[in-house]
């Protein structure tokens, strides 16, 4: 077991490393490819009446004339022990881990980070507790009264729950809960659980039902289909021949089975959440990890995409680390293998 | 042999009769292809410590017996008539949860694969504490030590270490001996088998069949054992029901059908027996054709399609259906043919063969 974990955290630092060389890539290589040249890069980060010599002054500083290996090595060194960045007027240290320095605003990233991932976590976390519950259950209401009036109501919404996309729940939630009802708070505002837990539900309430929709709709897909399966399986029969309640034959031998595979796109779905939900962070003015990325993106401000997006891998990568462990106490018979 | 079993079933119930009377049970399942008739007036019956061997092809209703009998066919998909009397009791009339209150208790049962009819999950011995936890009020412990202690009867070495074992760690006869184990757990007067050794090594369905013989006697209880080998009946029955295309067609004590079978399906049945001790080409003489489907019965006697006897009948076959007739000391056969020339064709023609 320890020689498992062990090797999966491994695997996992080389994953990152994969991950990182990928998205510094995409920001810093394909625009030189696309034919832009290290001036064009810093003309982003100088005001709009420099000169000509200034702006490749500033990219000498920011090292775009140099390799873009060279400018990796330099980013990656900053994760593991720090780096000076070189900002004409000033020198600024980013200590480690540096994920990197944002070349607009001057200042390292990860304290945005940090600052920011209290919102997606609320967001993720309180979306989940809603959408597993709905959806499991849903599914597993489906399942049994299949081919009901329920069973067809059911996966109907369901289907509009996973096709409609969520700026367009959003803003319809939003419309009406809020604007029009005042039942919700109309968006953009966020509490810490540690102020005011009362008004930090209040707060994100919607967001987390909007985006809750979406997936306890793919879920309840899930489940049905899985509760089905498991249903007709032998030991279901086994379980009422020994006279169990029908109750404790759904739940604790008919879900049971049903819930290991849901069990990995949860991982998945939850590690890709607390990355970023930026649709529901967008449509909502939430500014949490999702929307510092779309900031980023908006601002022309590549290290911090490139924050976010390590910072989501990590996330997805755990996750499924996690995930893969409760396999075991889930289903004995991985635990042997 | 003690009852008279009727075809029609409309004998009124004894007040005293067998702990299990099956009269005239009928299953029949509307389905978009047409109404499938997988039991089609079925009548036996079975004492405590007798067995009764139920014997059919695939699809010949003996699954659906024993799941009508338990309970547990798919509600509302089934349509059942008929009376099953457990004890006295009407199973069919009583409402559901007084059947389940039963299961497990009063009648439990035996699967065929016991790996996919135990949980994978759980361990074999949080199953029989399961078990026996719905129906005595005992506290975990208590039905840890009763679970330790089926393990150890059922034969399963080590039981205070394997208990905590789960069923993917055992051996196919370990599984069906823990599932046994499971079945007894309650000390159930009815024990239903089905196709207890079809999933398992050949040399541990000996075993297998000897552990239910022996605890047969040591609970005293009802053991009806479905099959579709001849041989696992042979060494366990009392009496045999013979079924097929939903209803029984011979009906009698072991030792009769097995030593003067009087319908052809049965003689076909133990032709299928493969004989080493004859030549390479009289082995296996299987019945020929398919049974039929039970949406499209074949109108008169449903084995005739594939009877090599039908010209005896005079063409009652094709246009009457065979009663379960008693032939003489409670051996039922449901046969056009006269009963004298069963019994020459059985002597002269079948025997020599087999």
């Excluded at chain 2, 049945?269 to 054709?289: A, F, H, T, V, Y």
């Excluded at chain 2, 039970?294 to 246009?319: K, M, Q, S, W, Y």
Aim: hydrophobic fraction near 45%; charged fraction near 20%.
């Amino acid at each position: 077991m320890f020689a498992y974990l062990v090797r999966r955290l491994i695997a996992t630092v080389g994953l990152l490393i994969v991950v990182s060389i990928i998205t510094f890539s995409i920001f810093f290589l394909i625009p030189r490819w696309a034919g832009a040249s290290a001036d064009t890069l810093a003309s982003r980060y100088v005001g709009r009446t420099a000169t000509a010599a200034t702006v490749h002054a500033t990219a000498e500083r920011l090292g775009f004339t140099d390799p873009v290996y060279v400018q990796y090595g330099r980013w990656a060194k900053g994760v593991v022990v720090g780096e000076d960045y070189d900002m004409g007027a000033s020198v600024v240290h980013c200590p480690a881990p540096c994920l990197g320095f944002s070349f607009a605003r001057q200042e390292p990233v990860l304290p945005d980070l940090i600052d920011r991932a209290p919102v997606t976590f609320s967001l993720a976390i309180g979306a989940a507790v809603i959408w597993v519950i709905m959806g499991v259950s849903v599914g597993v209401l489906s399942a049994l009264r299949r081919g009901s009036f329920f069973d067809r109501l059911a996966m109907t919404v369901a289907l509009a729950g996973v096709s409609l996309p969520i700026f367009w729940t959003g803003l319809i939630a939003l419309t009406f809960f809020s604007y029009k009802w005042g039942l919700t708070a109309v968006g953009g505002a966020y509490t810490p659980i540690t102020e005011n837990p009362g008004r930090w539900a209040y707060d994100l309430l919607l967001p987390w039902i909007t985006l809750a929709f979406l997936f306890s709709a793919q879920y309840a897909r899930l489940t049905r289909a899985g509760m089905l399966e498991t249903m007709g399986e032998d030991y279901i029969r086994t379980a009422r021949a020994k006279g169990l309640r029908e109750r404790t034959v759904v739940v604790k031998h008919g879900l049971r089975g049903a819930l290991t595979p849901l069990l990995t796109i949860f991982g998945l779905d939850f590690g890709l959440l607390i990355g970023g939900a930026v649709l529901t962070e967008s449509a909502f003015g939430l500014n949490g990890l999702g929307k510092y990325a779309v900031d980023g993106i908006h601002a022309n401000d590549l290290p911090k995409i490139l924050g976010v997006t390590l910072v989501a891998a990590l996330f997805v990568v755990i996750a499924n680390l996690v995930v893969d462990l409760l396999y075991a106490v889930v289903d004995p018979r991985v635990r042997n293998k | 042999m003690t009852a008279t079993v009727s075809a029609t079933g409309s004998a009124p119930a004894p007040q005293r009769g067998p702990f299990l009377d099956v009269q005239d049970l009928k299953v029949h399942f509307p389905t978009d292809d047409g109404l499938v008739k997988s039991v089609d007036g079925l009548s036996f019956h079975v004492e405590r410590g007798r067995t009764l061997g139920i014997v059919g092809e695939s699809g010949s209703g003996k699954s659906v017996t024993s799941m009508s009998v338990m309970g547990l066919h798919k509600e509302g998909g089934a349509r059942l008539s008929g009376r099953i009397l457990l004890d006295g009791q009407d199973l069919l009339e009583a409402n559901p949860e007084e059947v389940r209150l039963l299961r497990g208790k009063k009648m439990a049962m035996i699967f065929q694969d016991p790996l996919s009819a135990m949980h994978p999950y759980y361990t074999v011995g949080n199953q029989i504490i399961e078990a026996y936890r719905v129906h005595n009020r005992v506290t975990e412990k208590q039905a840890r030590e009763h679970a330790i202690e089926m393990l150890h009867r059922v034969g399963i070495p080590e039981p205070r270490n394997r208990v905590d074992a789960y069923p993917h760690q055992f051996s196919g006869g370990m599984r069906q001996r823990a599932m046994i184990a499971m079945a007894l757990s309650c000390d159930p007067d009815l024990l239903i088998a089905d196709e207890p050794t079809t999933a398992l090594d050949v040399t541990v369905q000996a075993q297998i069949l000897d552990l239910i013989r022996d605890l047969q006697r040591e609970f005293h209880s009802a053991v009806i054992i479905i099959t579709h080998d001849l041989g696992v009946v042979a060494e366990t029955a009392d009496d045999i029901m013979v079924m097929y295309a939903g209803r029984g067609v011979e009906y009698g004590a072991a030792e009769d059908i097995f030593n003067e079978p009087q319908h052809p399906y049965t003689w076909g049945l133990l032709g299928s027996m493969p004989r080493l001790d004859r030549e390479r080409s009289e082995r296996l003489q299987p019945i020929k054709g398919t049974p039929p489907s039970l949406i499209d019965v074949p109108v008169g006697c449903a084995f005739r399609p594939r009877c090599t006897f039908e010209h005896n009948t005079g063409g009652r076959a094709r246009t009457e259906r065979p009663d379960l007739m008693d032939s003489g000391h409670g051996h039922f056969v449901a046969c056009h043919m006269r009963q004298e020339q069963r019994e020459q064709l059985w002597r002269d023609e079948i025997q020599p063969k087999l």
